[in-house]
């Protein structure tokens, strides 16, 4: 029943380095093999997870668990006041914990598997210490299951030359698993890096001199609070409104009540190919539905008129119009220092505006990052002030 890159790959190897999406069946690849060691006679095995309750809910007891796999006569039993697995024919896998990398000195093994070691906190000395224990036998092999994250660890396995490489995304076990997950989740991170990395399985590199990295993304993801001080909408416009123009960014973000100010990235509403009296109604209909305080347009490009057209769609919306005086990497750095310190958050992932986060550099010939420039606006508005944005002049 397995996949062809859930079999374990012929030749001269050390390590099986399976990198995988979330619900690719990585644990059940894991565990198929183990079984499949245990019959060629592998009999101390290491099974190293992020925490000893990893260890024993997803790789022995978990529904794709050693003792959940494999052929009925030959699953082990489990002894959990020893962390132990035992096989009929006299096999003992060990469990382990990334938390405590002391735990495996003094052991040797002949089989390991390590489960999502990109997860693992100080990997470097867990596995250390488990490469040193595995000794035993004439043919000494290991499998990794993970779904990758750019770990200076993983990297370095992936470029030994006794490890193999095999992946496997979410969609190739679509049969396996719940509609909803494809229709409901699934699809928020799909044409994302985010995605990429958490679907399909690839590394993705952080851009280098990019001022926004993913885990600081990562870092920024919250629950939206019920209440603001403040809310803004704030507008990019482009130069033109032909279908091959820049979009006009729309983004609309919130300062919460208290200190130390933080403040909400909630809706990224950017609009491709519109009319100046079709994007300015989107970002009036935005200040209605958000109850906003406001309206923040940088009239750069369109001067006076951005203004205009903003009014002719509803007189009655204040609009703060804003023109850089420097450029955009100059204006994005204060805001890319926010994040950096916790106290900017993102109320669900924007995978466009995300993408253009962490590409953004600032370097000549980069396409103008609408959505980004739209929401430094915004949160320069509500987290910088008159003061502390000087690159700001208010028209």
Known sequence: MARPDQKAPKGDWT?????????????????????????????????????????????????????????????????????????????????????????????????????????????????????????????????????????????????????????????ANRANLAKSFFTEIAAIYEGTALGRQELLGEIIEDREGALWSWPMIEAARAELPQSFARIVVAVDPPVTSTDRSDACGIVVAGLCHGEPRRAFVIADLTVRGLSPAAWAEKAVAAYHAYEADRVVAEVNQGGDLVAEVL??????????????????????????????????????????????????????????????DAMVWALTDLMLGPHGAPIVRTL
């Open 15 to 171: 390590t099986w380095l399976v990198l995988g999406g979330r619900g690719a069946g990585k644990t059940r690849t894991g565990a198929e093999w183990i079984h499949e060691r245990v019959r060629q006679g592998a009999k101390r095995i290491a099974l190293v997870a992020e925490t000893y309750a990893d260890g024993r809910e997803v790789m022995v007891t978990g529904p794709s668990g050693l003792t959940q796999s494999g052929y009925p006569s030959e699953r082990p039993s489990y002894e959990p006041s020893r962390r132990r697995v035992v096989w009929p024919g006299g096999a003992v896998g060990h469990v382990f914990s990334a938390e405590d990398p002391e735990g495996l000195r003094g052991y040797q093994f002949d089989t390991a598997w390590s489960d999502e070691l990109a997860k693992w906190p100080g990997g470097g000395d867990t596995w250390s210490n488990l490469q040193m224990g595995l000794r035993l036998g004439d043919d000494p092999r290991q499998v990794v299951t993970t779904t990758p994250r750019t770990v200076p660890l993983l990297k370095e396995i992936m470029g030994r030359e006794t490890t193999i490489v095999t992946r496997a995304s979410s969609y």
């Open 311 to 372: 009014r002719t769609a509803d007189p009655s919306v204040p609009v703060k119009c804003v023109r850089a005086s420097r450029g955009k990497i100059v204006r994005a750095e204060p805001i890319a220092a926010l994040y950096e310190r916790g106290r900017v958050f993102h109320a669900r992932p924007f995978k466009e505006l995300e993408d253009q986060m962490t590409a953004f550099t600032g370097a000549s010939g980069e396409a103008s990052p609408d959505r980004l």
